[in-house]
């Protein structure tokens, strides 16, 4: 039963390219969640979806990133334009249930930009 | 203000040497309060559930416990193997986000 799944593990990118990070959830789950860990700081909330809808992104950025889980494939967050400040790791979790269902994490996507 | 605080930030104990780990949240309409082990480049790791005061948990050398204000992540007789970041979050209703609010996390070092 394969875990969370997030590709790639490390990305470097440099200032002013676009960088793509891929979550695959858990098989049965259809709760995605995306969060920021920047170095010394706590996992910060960005992104909540369910397939075909973001359902809450308060935690996003508003301008340069997006969200999407289409209804095959992964969930993608995309990054527009990365600014050194991008740079931290970017953590994908499920969840088989809304609310205060456990959530699993994938071991991160490391974004450095150059 | 943080909603959610973790201390102490670091923790050296040697082995055998029983500790709890402390968090505290200042949010309203707790629905649910988690706990999570992280290692150095890796996901954190779901550990344990709490859902209302008074619940305990328990998993191998691990306890959880939770208040009205707090919760403390008791661990007995620890190993090497235990040490990690350990980080608390909540999820509340009135909060205004549908993810985890997470604490920064406690360093726990083991040594043998």
């Known amino acids: 039963n394969a875990g969370v799944m997030q590709n790639p593990r490390h990305l470097v990118r440099r200032r002013g390219q676009e960088a793509r990070l891929r979550c695959s959830p858990m098989k049965g789950h259809s709760h995605v969640y995306w969060y920021r860990q920047l170095p010394e700081e706590g996992l910060k909330f960005m992104v909540y979806l369910q397939k075909e809808n973001i359902i809450d992104e308060s935690g996003m950025p508003k301008e340069r990133f997006s969200a999407e889980f289409p209804k095959e494939g992964p969930s993608i967050l995309r990054i527009q334009q990365v600014v050194r400040g991008d740079s931290a790791a970017y953590f994908c979790?499920?969840?088989?249930?809304?609310?205060?269902?456990?959530?699993?994490f994938g071991p991160g996507t490391r974004l450095t930009v150059t | 203000e943080d909603q959610v605080t973790q201390s102490p930030e670091a923790l050296r104990l040697q082995e055998g040497e029983s500790s709890s780990l402390n968090c505290s949240y200042t949010?309203?309409?707790?629905?649910?309060l988690f706990w999570y082990r992280q290692d150095p480049g890796k996901g954190p790791e779901f550990l344990f559930t709490?859902?209302?005061a008074g619940e305990e948990k328990e998993k191998e050398r691990l306890k959880a416990t939770l208040t009205k204000k707090e919760s403390f992540l008791h661990i007995t007789a620890p190993k090497p193997e235990d040490s990690a970041t350990y980080l608390c979050a909540v999820f509340y209703s009135g909060g205004g986000a549908d993810g985890l609010t997470f604490g920064k996390g406690t360093h726990l070092i083991i040594q043998p």
């Open positions: 709490l859902y209302s």
């Open positions: 949010v309203s309409g707790l629905r649910g």
């Open positions: 979790a499920s969840s088989p249930n809304t609310g205060a269902g456990e959530q699993y």
